[in-house]
């Protein structure tokens, strides 16, 4: 059975950083690329960056310069860092690996 979990949201004053982990288990991290997902409330969920097999990496314009994927292949985890964060960054972030997706974890960005 694959699971993905994450963690690490929170809330966060303007500015400040947060780092979200995902745990994958049941399924070995480098057989897939890998990405981070965002859902606001009202809005859409979108892709917010992605690591390919090869750690190629992209992203979104609107996160590019402030947050970095990365993957611990050994540890089997995902790791989405997070910059210089605004209010509009506030959403519920998801990772995603293959067609499997964890739970999601809460980030809010407020002071």
């Known amino acids: 059975q694959v699971q993905l979990v994450e963690s690490g949201g929170g809330l966060v004053q303007p500015g400040g950083s947060l780092r979200l982990s995902c745990v994958v288990s049941?399924?070995?991290?480098?057989?897939?690329?890998v990405g981070w997902f965002r859902q606001a409330p009202g809005k859409e969920r979108e892709g917010v960056a992605c690591a390919t097999r090869v750690d190629s990496k992209y992203y979104i314009d609107s996160v590019k310069g402030r947050f970095v994927i990365s993957r611990d292949n050994a540890k089997n985890t995902v790791y989405l860092q997070m910059n210089g964060l605004k209010p509009e960054d506030t959403a519920v972030y998801y990772c995603k690996l293959g067609p499997y997706w964890g739970q999601g974890t809460q980030v809010t960005v407020s002071s």
């Open positions: 049941g399924f070995r991290l480098d057989y897939f690329a």
